[in-house]
């Protein structure tokens, strides 16, 4: 009795041991033409550049534009200095879903050649296209925003991409500005 009980036991380990190795009895075999191991490598995703939309949540992004702005953002009374300098990134921001959605310019980070990342200056957003609604606005189904976003970045800093999100707290999706 003992001997058929620690054959069970037995098999019963080995059993779990192959399943804990994702070994099974049937085991795969490479299709006509190829070998074990050729399998191609899932391609990367492509990240999208200027003049492309991209949909991230409610809303829809199109980057126009990036250039370096200078150290001065809008006109007189109305302007703020950089500490560093200002890096303008032009926006389309649609609204594609099905009900009023805020948009926040934090919602959009720029990130530098090193990868360092930059939250957008909204004092400074808003003196430089001051028809928009300081870039807080609230967008009804079907309509957009257009206009520059400002980043207050360490001059010389050569802009790569944004991250564009629908709330503050997520990465969102990749734009190239190049």
Do not use: H
Not at 10 to 17: D, F, H, K, N, Q
């Amino acid at each position: 009795m003992f001997r058929r009980t620690a054959t069970i036991a037995t098999a019963a380990a080995l059993i779990a041991g192959l399943a804990l190795t994702g070994c099974s009895a049937g085991g795969a075999t490479a299709g006509a033409g190829s070998t074990a191991g050729d399998s191609a490598a899932p391609a990367a995703p492509k990240t999208a550049g200027l003049n492309t939309p991209v949909k991230v949540g409610s809303f829809e992004y199109t980057v126009t534009a990036s250039k370096d702005a200078g150290t001065t953002a809008g006109a007189s009374p109305l302007t703020k200095t950089a500490q560093g300098t200002f890096i303008e990134v032009d926006l389309t921001i649609k609204n594609v879903g099905s009900s009023a959605a805020t948009f926040l310019s934090n919602y959009v980070k720029l990130v530098d050649a090193t990868g360092k990342t930059y939250d957008a200056d909204p004092t400074a957003t808003l003196y430089a296209s001051p028809n928009q609604s300081a870039w807080v606005a609230a967008i009804n189904p079907g309509n957009a925003i257009t206009g520059p976003i400002l980043f207050d970045v360490p001059a010389g800093t050569t802009a790569a991409s944004v991250q564009v999100s629908d709330n503050a707290f997520t990465k969102g999706e990749t734009i190239n500005l190049k």
